[in-house]
């Protein structure tokens, strides 16, 4: 069986991927220090598959740990989900996001060229975008300047990504550009597990309806959109979970040199509002929120033009956000209204 390291394995997105690469008969071995992330994910992915995985408490900057996980396992692909991801945080900590994102990349890069494997995964995000000229964004849509060091620290692992494909090196590699990631396992086992107050729409919402929180807030109604607030797209976790595979798959036909990049999204915009009534109609729940003022920094609306993703490896989005949201509602049930 293929081993593939995922970084950040026991996070949100990485947990999800975990399971899905099971499920098409890969073993992934997860390396995750726990910043962001609960060890109870673990028995999470146990409960799912009826057996552990193999997990690796380790920092991905640190050179020395990250290498004895290359000599212990035959490693033939890396998954690298491993960063820091609050905007806000990075405005703040601009020097700890440049350090941790970039080095734990360059880590990753030099243990994969000395133990000789090839394919890489990145996590990259719509928000190297910003807020685009032309909606849906394909992958040529021209970037953005970063509206924060979190952002800006996605726009330059990606360039590091291409610079180290175009000097030859024997490596394969693939950007995913997610949009926003929602939802959870449908049995409830794993879900996201925000620290303290969530930044993020759909576990705010999540949180609100179990009571933990008073209200949402929406942040601005008078933008130029359908009902006035902010358009997204909203992608199921296990949909992004599976593009990974997918890409994986089709990095393993590729010659070496290779390196490329896709939107990960529904293809749908979704207006904030929208969420909250859709949330309530999935939940049965009435969600106690109020309009506010706008957030900086917020792009006011986009979402991907999916062909691309579609057409070359072959995925496309299965869950509506009917679905997500139910998940999400469910995973929130399952935690009851502890934080
Ligand atoms: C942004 C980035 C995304 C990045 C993510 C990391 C863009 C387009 N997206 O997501 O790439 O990975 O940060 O966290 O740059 N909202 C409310 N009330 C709330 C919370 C959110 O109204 O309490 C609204 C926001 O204004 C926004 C939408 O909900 O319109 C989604 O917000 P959020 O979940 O924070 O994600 P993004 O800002 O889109």
Same mark, same amino acid.
């Given at each position: 069986?293929? !081993? ?7 996070g949100y997105i990485g947990s999800h991927t975990a399971v899905e ?12 220090? /726990? ?20 997990? @690796? ?13 290359? !000599? ?8 690298? /989900? #491993?960063?820091? !991801?609050?905007?806000?945080?990075? &405005? ?36 190297? @975008? ?7 964004? &394909?992958?040529? &849509?021209?970037?953005?300047? #970063? ?10 692992c990606e360039d590091i990504l291409s610079d180290y494909v175009k000097? +030859? #090196? ?7 550009? @997610? /949009? ?32 933990? $929180? ?17 358009? $997204? ?6 949909d992004l979970a599976d593009a990974h595979v997918k890409s994986l798959?089709?990095?393993? +036909?590729?010659?070496?040199? /290779? @390196? ?45 033009? &999916? ?8 995925? !496309? #989005? ?22």
């Amino acid at each position: 069986m293929k !081993k593939i390291l995922i970084t950040g394995g026991a996070g949100y997105i990485g947990s999800h991927t975990a399971v899905e690469l099971v499920n098409a008969g890969f073993e992934p071995i997860i390396l995750d220090n /726990f910043s962001n992330s609960e060890k109870s994910t673990l028995s999470g992915l146990e409960e799912i598959l009826g057996r552990e995985i193999i997990c @690796y408490e380790e920092d991905c900057n640190d050179r020395e740990a990250v290498e004895k996980v290359f !000599k212990q396992n035959q490693i033939s692909g890396v998954i690298h /989900f #491993a960063a820091y !991801k609050a905007v806000g945080e990075s &405005t703040q900590l601009p020097l700890n996001y440049y350090k941790n994102n970039i080095d734990s990349l360059l880590v990753i890069l030099e243990c994969m060229s000395k133990y000789g494997v090839k394919d890489l995964v990145f996590s990259s995000s719509c928000t190297v @975008y910003g807020q685009p000229d032309v909606l849906p964004v &394909t992958e040529s &849509t021209p970037r953005k300047d #970063a509206e924060s060091p979190y952002g800006n620290t996605k726009k330059i692992c990606e360039d590091i990504l291409s610079d180290y494909v175009k000097s +030859k #090196a024997s490596v394969r590699i693939i950007s995913l550009r @997610y /949009f926003n990631p929602v939802g959870a396992h449908p049995s409830s086992a794993l879900g996201e597990l925000p620290l303290g107050t969530p930044n993020n729409l759909v576990p705010f919402i999540t949180q609100t309806a179990v009571g933990i $929180r008073e209200k949402l807030t929406v942040f601005g109604d008078d933008y130029d959109t359908e009902d006035g607030s902010c358009v $997204r797209d909203y992608i199921h976790v296990m949909d992004l979970a599976d593009a990974h595979v997918k890409s994986l798959e089709y990095l393993s +036909k590729q010659e070496d040199h /290779f @390196y490329d990049i896709f939107n990960v999204g529904t293809g749908r915009g979704n207006t904030v509002l929208e969420v909250v009534q859709t949330f309530e109609r999935v939940s049965g729940k009435s969600l106690n929120y109020t309009i506010g003022p706008r957030r900086p920094g917020d792009v006011v609306k986009v979402w991907a033009d &999916t062909s691309k993703i579609n057409n070359v490896l072959g995925w !496309k #989005a299965q869950y509506s956000l009917e679905d997500s949201l139910r998940d999400s509602w469910n995973w929130q049930l399952k935690l009851g209204a502890v934080v």
